[in-house]
């Protein structure tokens, strides 16, 4: 604020809940110079003169009381209410001018209104959303921006766009099915693209600043304040309301450059204390209907698997991948159900992720997939009396690399146990890929593309199809290669976790072991991990010469004897 005048003329944005249609603005214009500077030194000079008795007082009381109704005025405007200019009333007031069903909807309006004579302002006037104007307000003057003698690019684009109702049906668009995504985009591209897709109401109020004598002059119009509502209750204001700061200064354009005022208030009437609380019933009421309605989507009973069955989901997500030779990553992955096991026959249990360029995060090539999936199994042991402990499902899955040429290489092979504990899990998984010896394979691998493949991806691991006692890899050669990062969130559902007669059993069968508790998983763990420390004790006794065997029993004997 400079000397009492508000510079503040940014655009305020508001937000409200209430309909738009009751948002009234009081509008105060007074000129400061000219006509408003002789009006008052004439009063100043008939008050002196009228000591002496040597003037008239009619005369220039008419005066100052005729310039004083020209240079000030206030007018309470609604949102898109429209209030005619003594332009648009000379315009329309020929039936011969009206031409469109707008035109002829004023011509009437106008004629009613000299007919009652209530016409209530002679400067202050509005353009609603309705009019021509708002299509070119880029071009308009402006009190508080300069006119620009050519609209921007952007502006020309936008004219159309943002002013579209909300009632217009949407026109189909064909979606292209190749380039979705421009890497490389033009400067025309970046014109055409950057365009603003939100339907807009507009409303202007406008201010007729020419001369006493001479209103009705489209080059004296002037904006004095424009408002732009969506449906998302957001609206916005230029300039914002004075709010106890000094007024708007602006100057007209043209030889005689003038000085007025402009004051902005909200009028917006007060929202009364039953309006409020009958409003706040309603929203109550509302939010109940939409939590029933909801409630009865869902339904009232809770699903629950078939008594003896554990209900496991699993939702995922590939995170990411890092620490491979080549660029343009994706993952190839599929779930291995053991024995027991089973899913929903329409349920897929494998997929490919897309394809992902990697980016450097610190010394790695990291690539970025987020890649989500689900999957959802049954366990159901159906001999009770077998007291092994169940295998849980295995996530096997491969990365590979498709270069410019579409040649496609295998990076790595991995596997991930689903846990047996519910909850969030995040994992990251080493890969490995066969290798072949001599640069023959790598000079292949480079030019060609292609490498060893594994025929069955279950060596990773164990695989399914293996009966013997001994899996022997030797001679498999290998190569580290990087990892890859996931996150599972387990669900583990099924009766017995609330069968209050099963919890009280002392010793629970296998599916109740099975509980999605922590606890309960850490030892699962431990049985786990020392079955198989007891197995390969087993093994080594059996590999290990009879004469050993015999020695080691002789000791023993001795020992204790």
Same mark, same amino acid.
């Given at each position: 604020?400079?000397?009492?005048?508000?510079?503040?003329?940014?655009?305020?944005?508001?937000?409200?809940?209430?309909?738009?249609?009751?948002?009234?603005?009081?509008?105060?214009?007074?000129?400061?110079?000219?006509?408003?500077?002789?009006?008052?030194?004439?009063?100043?000079?008939?008050?002196?003169?009228?000591?002496?008795?040597?003037?008239?007082?009619?005369?220039?009381?008419?005066?100052?009381?005729?310039?004083?109704?020209?240079?000030?005025?206030?007018? +309470?405007?609604?949102?898109?209410?429209?209030?005619?200019?003594?332009?648009?009333?000379?315009?329309?007031?020929?039936?011969?001018?009206?031409?469109?069903?707008?035109?002829?909807?004023?011509?009437?309006?106008?004629?009613?209104?000299?007919?009652?004579?209530?016409?209530?302002?002679?400067?202050?006037?509005?353009?609603?959303?309705?009019?021509?104007?708002?299509?070119?307000?880029?071009?308009?003057?402006? $009190?508080?921006?300069?006119?620009?003698?050519?609209?921007?690019?952007?502006?020309?684009?936008?004219?159309?766009?943002?002013?579209?109702?909300?009632?217009?049906?949407?026109?189909?668009?064909?979606?292209?099915?190749?380039?979705?995504?421009?890497?490389?985009?033009?400067?025309?591209?970046?014109?055409?693209?950057?365009?603003?897709?939100?339907?807009?109401?507009?409303?202007?109020?406008?201010?007729?600043?020419?001369?006493?004598?001479?209103?009705?002059?489209?080059?004296?119009?002037?904006?004095?304040?424009?408002?732009?509502?969506?449906?998302?209750?957001?609206?916005?204001?230029?300039?914002?309301?004075?709010?106890?700061?000094?007024?708007?200064?602006?100057? /007209?354009?043209?030889?005689?450059?003038?000085?007025?005022?402009?004051?902005?208030?909200?009028?917006?009437?007060?929202?009364?204390?039953?309006?409020?609380?009958?409003?706040?019933?309603?929203?109550?009421?509302?939010?109940?209907?939409?939590?029933?309605?909801?409630?009865?989507?869902?339904?009232?009973?809770?699903?629950?698997?078939?008594?003896?069955?554990?209900?496991?989901?699993?939702?995922?997500?590939?995170?990411?991948?890092?620490?491979?030779?080549?660029?343009? $990553?994706?993952?190839?992955?599929?779930?291995?159900?053991?024995?027991?096991?089973?899913?929903?026959?329409?349920?897929?249990?494998?997929?490919?992720?897309?394809?992902?360029?990697?980016?450097?995060?610190?010394?790695?090539? +990291?690539?970025?997939?987020?890649?989500?999936?689900?999957?959802?199994?049954?366990?159901?042991?159906?001999?009770?009396?077998?007291?092994?402990?169940?295998?849980?499902?295995?996530?096997?899955?491969?990365? $590979?690399?498709?270069?410019?040429?579409?040649?496609?290489?295998?990076?790595?092979?991995?596997?991930?146990?689903?846990?047996?504990?519910?909850?969030?899990?995040?994992?990251?998984?080493?890969?490995?890929?066969?290798?072949?010896?001599?640069?023959?394979?790598?000079?292949?691998?480079?030019?060609?593309?292609?490498?060893?493949?594994?025929?069955?991806?279950?060596? +990773?691991?164990?695989?399914?199809?293996?009966?013997?006692?001994?899996?022997?890899?030797?001679?498999?050669?290998?190569?580290?290669?990087?990892?890859?990062?996931? /996150?599972?969130?387990?669900?583990?559902?099924?009766?017995?976790?609330?069968?209050?007669?099963?919890?009280?059993?002392?010793?629970?069968?296998? $599916?109740?072991?099975?509980?999605?508790?922590?606890?309960?998983?850490?030892?699962?763990?431990?049985?786990?991990?020392?079955?198989?420390?007891?197995?390969?004790?087993?093994?080594?006794?059996?590999?290990?010469?009879?004469?050993?065997?015999?020695?080691?029993?002789?000791?023993?004997?001795?020992?204790?004897?």
């Amino acid at each position: 604020m400079a000397d009492g005048w508000c510079t503040d003329t940014g655009e305020a944005v508001y937000r409200s809940r209430d309909a738009v249609k009751n948002l009234r603005i009081r509008v105060r214009i007074q000129r400061v110079t000219s006509t408003a500077g002789l009006s008052q030194h004439l009063h100043q000079q008939v008050l002196s003169q009228q000591e002496r008795g040597v003037i008239e007082l009619d005369t220039f009381s008419s005066q100052t009381q005729a310039a004083s109704t020209t240079d000030a005025e206030e007018l +309470v405007v609604g949102w898109q209410e429209k209030v005619f200019s003594q332009y648009e009333v000379d315009l329309y007031q020929t039936a011969s001018n009206c031409q469109t069903p707008l035109e002829r909807q004023y011509h009437t309006e106008i004629m009613a209104m000299e007919r009652s004579g209530r016409r209530q302002n002679q400067r202050i006037f509005t353009y609603t959303d309705f009019d021509r104007f708002s299509k070119w307000e880029e071009q308009a003057q402006s $009190l508080l921006i300069p006119a620009q003698s050519t609209p921007t690019f952007l502006a020309e684009r936008m004219a159309n766009v943002r002013h579209r109702r909300q009632e217009r049906r949407a026109v189909e668009s064909v979606v292209p099915k190749t380039r979705l995504i421009t890497w490389e985009p033009s400067e025309e591209f970046i014109k055409n693209s950057h365009i603003i897709n939100t339907p807009v109401q507009t409303m202007h109020i406008m201010g007729d600043l020419g001369p006493s004598g001479k209103l009705g002059l489209k080059e004296n119009e002037y904006i004095l304040c424009t408002i732009k509502a969506d449906g998302n209750g957001v609206i916005t204001i230029k300039p914002d309301f004075n709010n106890n700061r000094g007024a708007y200064r602006f100057e /007209t354009q043209g030889e005689k450059r003038e000085v007025w005022r402009l004051y902005l208030e909200n009028a917006s009437s007060d929202i009364h204390a039953e309006e409020k609380e009958k409003e706040q019933r309603m929203y109550r009421d509302l939010y109940t209907r939409h939590k029933d309605y909801l409630n009865s989507l869902v339904g009232q009973d809770f699903e629950m698997p078939p008594p003896g069955i554990l209900r496991l989901i699993v939702n995922g997500e590939i995170v990411s991948a890092q620490g491979y030779e080549y660029d343009n $990553l994706y993952v190839h992955f599929f779930l291995d159900l053991p024995n027991n096991w089973s899913s929903v026959p329409s349920h897929c249990l494998s997929g490919v992720t897309q394809t992902c360029r990697t980016c450097s995060v610190g010394k790695e090539d +990291v690539a970025f997939f987020s890649y989500p999936f689900s999957f959802e199994t049954f366990f159901h042991k159906e001999d009770e009396s077998d007291g092994s402990l169940p295998q849980w499902p295995v996530l096997y899955f491969k990365v $590979l690399s498709l270069d410019f040429w579409q040649r496609y290489r295998t990076e790595g092979y991995g596997f991930l146990v689903i846990p047996s504990t519910p909850g969030y899990h995040r994992m990251t998984c080493h890969t490995w890929r066969p290798l072949q010896s001599g640069a023959v394979a790598e000079l292949r691998r480079f030019f060609i593309g292609g490498a060893p493949e594994l025929e069955d991806i279950s060596y +990773v691991r164990v695989p399914g199809t293996f009966k013997g006692k001994r899996l022997s890899r030797f001679g498999f050669r290998t190569q580290t290669t990087g990892s890859v990062t996931f /996150t599972l969130n387990c669900i583990q559902h099924a009766r017995a976790f609330i069968d209050a007669s099963t919890l009280k059993k002392r010793r629970q069968t296998v $599916l109740d072991q099975l509980g999605g508790h922590s606890q309960q998983g850490s030892v699962y763990n431990v049985l786990e991990a020392f079955q198989r420390a007891h197995k390969r004790m087993q093994e080594a006794r059996e590999t290990l010469p009879r004469d050993l065997i015999n020695t080691s029993a002789q000791l023993n004997s001795e020992s204790s004897a």
